[in-house]
């Protein structure tokens, strides 16, 4: 698996942050990879150097079709993964991976499911939150307060940016860009103010 640089640095901004990270967002155009960078970090949450014993992963998506996306990357990469049978147990019915060494469950919630609720979640990865019309949404309200249990809790968001400043992802972007807050990174690519559509 071949990184780009950017996904690289978002990595590296998150992992190697000395203050901790405990909200990370990169926002980045289409038909960049963003799936594939939501795959590794749960797969190292999973079966890899991150897991930790008895946690609850997820990723989550508005739709049961983007949730099922990062659900599926994760089972390829594992099938292409000779040194980790054996390590996990897919539970294709429900969506679900479950790390065996340390017990560590992942799944791929939607918002039309009714799953998450009474959930202990350690990491969660919003995946498309652009998707979200409005400053506020019910579903990713009880992401953020599945994680009340852990000190070292993970949000993350990967998506396109939202159509409207006055969107969800729009005003997590404006915060964490204001508020100069250490242990939030955000990474976000777009064309400069004003530049001609045509401009490379």
Request: net charge neutral; proline share 4%.
């Amino acid at each position: 698996l071949r990184l780009s640089v950017f996904q690289r640095a978002f990595i590296i901004a998150i992992f190697d942050n000395p203050h901790g990270t405990r909200k990370a967002i990169l926002s980045v155009a289409r038909r960049n990879g963003k799936t594939a960078i939501v795959g590794v970090i749960l797969l190292a949450f999973l079966v890899g150097p991150l897991a930790v014993k008895n946690s609850q992963l997820a990723s989550a998506a508005m739709s049961r079709d983007q949730a099922a996306l990062v659900f599926r990357l994760m089972v390829k990469m594992l099938m292409q993964s000779p040194e980790l049978e054996g390590t996990y147990r897919i539970v294709p019915s429900s969506k679900r991976i479950i790390g065996i060494a340390k017990n560590v469950e992942f799944e791929a919630m939607s918002s039309d499911s009714k799953t998450g609720h009474g959930r202990s979640l350690l990491v969660v990865i919003l995946d498309e939150a652009g998707q979200i019309v409005g400053p506020h949404n019910e579903f990713v309200a009880m992401l953020q307060s599945s994680q009340g249990s852990y000190e070292n809790a993970l949000f993350l968001t990967i998506s396109t940016q939202a159509p409207s400043d006055a969107d969800l992802l729009s005003i997590w972007i404006d915060d964490a860009m204001r508020s100069g807050e250490p242990s939030i990174v955000c990474h976000v690519y777009e064309a400069a103010p004003g530049c001609a559509l045509t401009d490379k």
